[in-house]
Nanobody
Framework: VQLQASGGGLVQSGGSLRLSCAAS????????VAWYRQAPGKQRELVAV???????TYLSSVKGRFTISRDNAKNTVYLQMNSLKPEDTAVYYC????????????WGQGTQVTVSS
């Protein structure tokens, strides 16, 4: 399955954005999908996960502000981001969870989220 992230942009601190992760492939509904992010000079980190059954987990720093969801009919996973902070600035990617053994190209270009103070 191929996953493509979109929906990033420039927003002021306290603002909101919704990211979308569009998937191709028939097995989408059976896999867990996650949002990851990588800020300049930092390692990629896991932000949120949604399992095939709809269970969710979050990075502690985004809990209560971000919501991950999935629409299997549309082969899409969303990340609703509210109360954004400058430290949320990063390139956001979506991919399988866990991302073990995935190809480098599966990460795509991601989508840039920039939060101004």
């Amino acid at each position: 399955v191929q996953l493509q992230a979109s929906g990033g942009g420039l927003v002021q601190s306290g603002g909101s954005l919704r990211l979308s992760c569009a998937a191709s492939g028939s097995i989408f509904s059976g896999i867990a999908v996650a949002w990851y992010r990588q800020a300049p000079g930092k390692q990629r980190e896991l932000v949120a996960v949604v399992t095939s059954g709809g269970a969710t987990t979050y990075l502690s720093s985004v809990k209560g502000r971000f919501t991950i969801s999935r629409d299997n009919a549309k082969n899409t996973v969303y990340l609703q981001m509210n109360s954004l902070k400058p430290e949320d600035t990063a390139v956001y990617y979506c991919n399988r969870f866990p991302a073990v053994g995935v190809s480098k190209t599966s990460w795509g270009q991601g989508t840039q989220v920039t939060v101004s103070s």
